[in-house]
């Protein structure tokens, strides 16, 4: 029944209101809604452009920076200068001819030995025509090495352009030799063998830098 009385909203102006009443709560809940959502998203960008501005930051900080081989100084280093690099299919006696043992260059055999890792001693000639190629040849006393002291050698040294090779009656525990320099160490810990390789493997100051180290003889005992 309808209101005579004008100042009396009829119930079809009631239901409107209430109506009406509700679609601007649910509005303005909806509204509150999208401001949440677009602050999400702008702190979720501003954080991840943090993280990635973090880690940019960390990789930076954290590169090792480049060394110049040049600047690396390695105490005892021993320098032979003015070797000759002949080929020759005879035994040459590097220790008599040049004064070194085991040899850092000289007269060679004209087949190289193939770089890796070998268990058994090697032909002189053949693993100085690879120090002519540019590799560092690592050359320890199976005497007073022990099978881990070994593997902490094989573990230390690069794949390519090296040699590893046991020599016995060497005059140090480990020496560490290329084409005219040699160092002898004093354990297989010595930081110095690190900073030998970094130095001169793949020296320019070899006869024949770049030249292959592989597709020539395997020697026996070969490893890897």
């Not at 025509?129 to 005497?143: I, K, S």
């Not at 573990?155 to 016995?168: A, E, G, H």
């Not at 160092?183 to 297989?188: I, M, N, P, S």
Request: hydrophobic letters at 40%.
């Amino acid at each position: 029944m309808a209101s005579n009385n004008p100042s009396t909203p009829s119930v079809k102006e009631q239901r409107e209101a209430k109506r009406a009443e509700k679609v601007a709560v649910l509005k303005k809940q909806q509204a509150k809604e999208k401001r949440n959502r677009t602050i999400g998203i702008v702190a979720g960008s501003v954080g991840a452009v943090a993280v990635i501005a973090l880690v940019i930051t960390f990789v930076v900080s954290s590169a090792v920076p480049k060394v110049d081989p040049a600047d690396i100084d390695i105490e005892g280093l021993q320098t032979f200068d003015g070797l000759t690099a002949v080929h020759v299919a005879t035994a040459v006696d590097y220790e008599a001819d040049y004064g070194m043992n085991p040899p850092a260059g000289g007269n060679h055999n004209q087949a190289w030995l193939n770089c890796g890792v070998y268990s058994e001693p090697q032909q002189n000639e053949n693993a100085v025509h690879a120090l002519e190629h540019g590799a560092v040849w690592v050359t320890y006393n199976p005497d007073d090495l022990s099978d881990a002291d070994v593997e902490t050698l094989r573990d230390s040294i690069p794949s390519t352009y090296m040699l590893l090779t046991p020599y016995p009656d060497l005059p140090a525990p480990v020496v560490a030799s290329a084409w005219g320099v040699q160092v002898q160490l004093d354990d297989v810990d010595d930081p110095r063998l690190a900073d030998f390789i970094a130095k001169y493997r793949q020296s320019a100051d070899a006869p024949e830098p770049g030249a292959a180290c592989t597709g020539a003889i395997d020697g026996p005992g070969k490893v890897s």
